[in-house]
T-cell receptor, first 112, second 114 residues
Framework: GENVEQHPSTLSVQEGDSAVIKCTYS??????FPWYKQELGKGPQLIID?????GEKKDQRIAVTLNKTAKHFSLHITETQPEDSAVYFC???????????FGKGNQVVVIP | DAGVIQSPRHEVTEMGQEVTLRCKPI?????LFWYRQTMMRGLELLIY????????DSGMPEDRFSAKMPNASFSTLKIQPSEPRDSAVYFC????????????FGQGTRLTVV
């Protein structure tokens, strides 16, 4: 089955700096890669996703890059703000339907 | 739409008791997922329904766990009997039954079994 791993597990950045979280996956058939943000006491919420037919996608301060050959994708947050502090999960689709395999999450702390 | 609604938000129960978690998906969604979240294992998919039919329950840990979806607007996850190692946050999520679409998560139920 799909195995999704995230690095690093915890990331602290100064406000205004950039944060990068990397994920690797194992199933070459995966073709959908969403990123979810989870704030304390809430459920995960989609912030950006990318499909396998593109290598990069950007939405304001958030971008995702995908390297299918190397089986890794990354989340980039620029000009970080305190409200970006949360746990971020990457995920990869499982073949055949719309199920997802999630990584274990990254705790991002933005220091004011 | 109010989003995916789960109840209760918190549940504390004694070992051996039956626990029932409830979920109301977003209206119009035809896929429903139950996840369990723990520090050690992260987010694990327990079971996946499509059009009220269980498609994949390979993530259900034991026979003590069961899930039903009697109609498009309601699902339950039952643990009987509960054990301390079942303590976790349980999330319900819903979405459309097409490839590569967003799953919308509820607020979760924090279960503590003592």
């Amino acid at each position: 089955g799909e195995n999704v791993e995230q690095h690093p597990s915890t990331l602290s950045v100064q406000e205004g700096d950039s944060a990068v979280i990397k994920c690797t996956y194992s199933d070459s058939a995966s073709n959908y890669f969403p990123w979810y943000k989870q704030e304390l006491g809430k459920g995960p919420q989609l912030i950006i996703d990318i499909r396998s037919n593109v290598g990069e996608k950007k939405d304001q301060r958030i971008a995702v890059t995908l390297n299918k050959t190397a089986k890794h994708f990354s989340l980039h947050i620029t000009e970080t703000q305190p409200e970006d502090s949360a746990v971020y999960f990457c995920a990869a689709s499982l073949g055949g339907n719309n199920r997802l395999a999630f990584g274990k999450g990254n705790q991002v702390v933005v220091i004011p | 739409d109010a989003g995916v609604i789960q109840s209760p938000r918190h549940e504390v129960t004694e070992m051996g008791q039956e626990v029932t978690l409830r979920c109301k998906p977003i209206s119009g969604h035809n896929s429903l997922f139950w996840y369990r979240q723990t520090m050690m294992r992260g987010l694990e998919l327990l079971i996946y329904f499509n059009n009220n039919v269980p498609i994949d329950d390979s993530g259900m840990p034991e026979d003590r766990f069961s899930a039903k979806m009697p109609n498009a607007s309601f699902s339950t996850l039952k643990i009987q009997p509960s054990e301390p190692r079942d303590s976790a946050v349980y999330f319900c999520a819903s979405g459309w039954d097409t490839m590569n679409t967003e799953a919308f998560f509820g607020q979760g139920t924090r279960l503590t079994v003592v």
